[in-house]
């Protein structure tokens, strides 16, 4: 059972920075693109960053200059390190990871539960 699980979020002072971690754990065989994305009430989740196997990233306009993506694949793990934080960047942020459980299984789109960054003005 593959398990993704982030910490990091909690309530920041506009213009302050946070970091986000999203560790996967379980039966893994192989990591390949892995993502951030957000979602505020009642709108649709939306992409932040994105890291693929190699570390090339992408990264929604709103966010880029601001936030870094990176992955450390020793540690399974995949990071975004979020500065000059804005009232509209208070969401909840979900990391996502397409796993592969053995070499031949084939890789699989897991999402963490989530972990709620408050921005205050």
């Known amino acids: 059972q593959v398990q993704l699980v982030e910490s990091g979020g909690g309530l920041v002072q506009a213009g302050g920075s946070l970091t986000l971690s999203c560790s996967a754990s379980?039966?893994?065989?192989?990591?390949?693109?892995c993502g951030w994305y957000r979602q505020a009430p009642g709108k649709q989740r939306e992409l932040v960053a994105g890291i693929t196997a190699v570390s090339s990233t992408n990264y929604a306009d709103s966010v880029k200059g601001r936030f870094t993506i990176s992955r450390d694949n020793a540690k399974n793990t995949v990071y975004l390190q979020m500065n000059t934080l804005k009232s509209e960047d208070n969401d909840v942020y979900y990391c996502t990871a397409d796993i592969a459980i053995s070499s031949g299984s084939g890789y699989y789109a897991y999402w963490g539960q989530g972990t709620q960054v408050t921005v205050s003005s």
């Open positions: 379980g039966s893994i065989f192989s990591l390949d693109d």
